[in-house]
């Protein structure tokens, strides 16, 4: 069983929401579909779920094309950011709506409502009303009825977004366990880097209505294909930087420089695109070959345990995300360090040319 997009495309008012795109999930994945507001994640999964017929290309289920075929005819289960719940029917009565309809024997629907219940923790919420319900106890509600269904294709289009944060921590844990139970094809969609990395399974990262990559999670953060995929699957965004390779040399802008070593002294002479995520960034040398920056501090922001420090390098704006609380003066030179194992190489059209030596260590 698999479900395979061929060519597939949307159009809205005359513009391109999804530009032609070929995407094969199988059956039993977790598939994130990674990527910043409207960059088209909600759009592939209304084409996927039936909801939009696309404007060019199929939709294949299980070999049969389904392309025209009503989503009421689809073995499909969605469930939205904002929760929709019967709002005069109790919790048990949501999550057995859809087996009713299915015409299933009663004990079978108990039998997979207490289930779907035990599971999103809402046993003890089954005789009230959505209403009475928080906010996320009715998106566990929407999320039980949607997983009760045992159907082939489970869509979830950020789920969790409405949950608070202990709460969406566990069931980002307990979200692949039940996709491995169900040997379901999951299509997860998410703006959260961190999330995608915690679902495991297959990343598709999405930019302005294309996928610009697919694969195994860890390979697709590990080695983007492009700046592009590099950029959507980092948080904050990853930082670059123009720079020359010169013989055996990276020449890092104005002054700064460090030997072009493995894969990077392969490279052709010649200018290149420099990315490195926030992370790698420090503001004390922990590396003998780490490189030193100086930039401006524009922006401090603690988070409790960490600090987001926005720099401004010769008008380049990076980010660097710093282990501890640091008090650091707005406006004031900052030296900042970067070891150059973790920094992707990039032509100037985005192309990766050279990944993070670290990154082919893991």
Same mark, same amino acid.
């Given at each position: 069983?698999? !479900? ?69 005819? *689809? ?30 024997? *009663?004990?079978?629907?108990?039998? *997979? ?53 202990? !709460? ?53 953060? *590990? ?128 192309? !990766? ?10």
């Amino acid at each position: 069983m698999a !479900l395979e997009l061929i060519g597939v495309s949307k159009l809205v008012e005359g513009q391109t929401h999804i530009h032609p795109t070929d995407l094969r999930l199988e059956k039993g994945t977790m598939n994130v579909l990674l990527g910043p507001t409207l960059s088209g994640k909600t759009s592939l999964m209304r084409l996927m779920a039936g909801l939009d017929v696309p404007a060019t290309g199929s939709i294949v289920w299980d070999g049969t094309d389904v392309t025209g075929l009503r989503v009421q005819k *689809r073995d499909i289960a969605m469930v939205y950011q904002q929760f929709v719940n019967y709002p005069s029917m109790s919790v048990y009565d949501n999550i057995a709506s859809p087996l009713r309809l299915m015409r299933l024997d *009663r004990r079978e629907i108990d039998r *997979r409502v207490q289930e779907a219940a035990a599971l999103m923790k809402l046993t003890p919420m089954l005789a009230r009303r959505p209403l009475e319900l928080s906010g996320g106890q009715q998106q566990r509600c929407a999320l039980a009825r949607a997983l009760v269904k045992n159907a082939g294709l489970v869509l979830l289009d950020e789920p969790l977004a409405n949950l608070d944060y202990k !709460l969406r921590e566990e069931m980002r844990f307990e979200i692949p366990r039940i996709f491995e139970a169900s040997g379901a094809i999951f299509v997860y969609a998410t703006t959260e880097p961190e999330e995608a990395l915690l679902l495991g399974g297959n990343t598709a990262t999405l930019w302005e209505g294309r996928i610009t990559q697919f694969g195994p999670t860890p390979t697709v953060y *590990r080695q983007p294909v492009d700046a592009t995929t590099a950029r959507v699957f980092s948080d904050p965004p990853m930082n670059f930087l123009s720079i020359e390779k010169r013989g055996g040399r990276l020449i890092f802008g104005k002054g700064a420089n460090a030997p072009a070593t493995g894969r990077l002294g392969a490279l052709p002479d010649g200018r290149y695109l420099a990315g490195f995520r926030p992370n790698h960034l420090e503001i004390g040398r922990h590396s003998a070959d780490a490189v030193e920056f100086h930039a401006t501090l524009v922006v401090t922001e603690l988070t409790g345990s960490e600090t987001f420090v926005h720099l401004d390098h010769h008008g380049d704006r990076w980010v660097g995300l710093i282990h501890g609380v640091h008090e650091l003066t707005l406006g004031r030179g900052i030296n900042v360090y970067l070891d150059p194992a973790h920094v992707y190489i990039f032509d100037h059209d985005g192309r !990766l040319v050279a990944p993070a030596a670290y990154a082919l260590a893991a």
